[in-house]
């Protein structure tokens, strides 16, 4: 059984689920600042922190997963909603 390290599946605005994960790379498309990467190994396929210092908390990793594998810990830093991924 894989227990990821709490450092390797969140940041201080997110937290990734990595047996929901389906390792698609929607939310590392969707983050601009270099955040995740996708591990491609066959039996240990996910989403990886990689930069968590990175994070700020923008969500649109949140908004692009269609697995649900993604959820905030709270709102958005500034109190606004996060755009859409790939309009800014």
Same mark, same amino acid.
């Given at each position: 059984?894989?227990?990821?390290?709490? +450092? @390797?599946? +969140?940041?201080?605005?997110?937290?990734?689920?990595?047996?929901? %994960?389906?390792? %698609?790379?929607?939310?590392? &498309?969707?983050?601009? &600042?270099? !955040?995740?990467?996708?591990?491609?190994?066959?039996? @240990?396929?996910?989403? @990886?922190?990689?930069?968590?210092?990175?994070? +700020?908390? $923008?969500?649109? $990793?949140?908004?692009? $997963?269609?697995?649900?594998? !993604? +959820?905030?810990?709270?709102?958005?830093?500034?109190?606004?909603?996060?755009?859409?991924?790939?309009?800014?």
């Amino acid at each position: 059984m894989h227990l990821p390290f709490p +450092r @390797h599946d +969140r940041t201080a605005h997110v937290r990734f689920d990595m047996y929901t %994960c389906e390792a %698609c790379g929607a939310c590392a &498309r969707a983050c601009t &600042r270099g !955040v995740l990467s996708v591990l491609p190994y066959a039996f @240990h396929r996910h989403v @990886h922190v990689d930069r968590a210092d990175r994070c +700020r908390g $923008c969500l649109r $990793c949140v908004r692009a $997963c269609p697995h649900g594998a !993604v +959820r905030a810990l709270g709102p958005p830093p500034s109190g606004r909603r996060a755009p859409a991924p790939g309009t800014g």
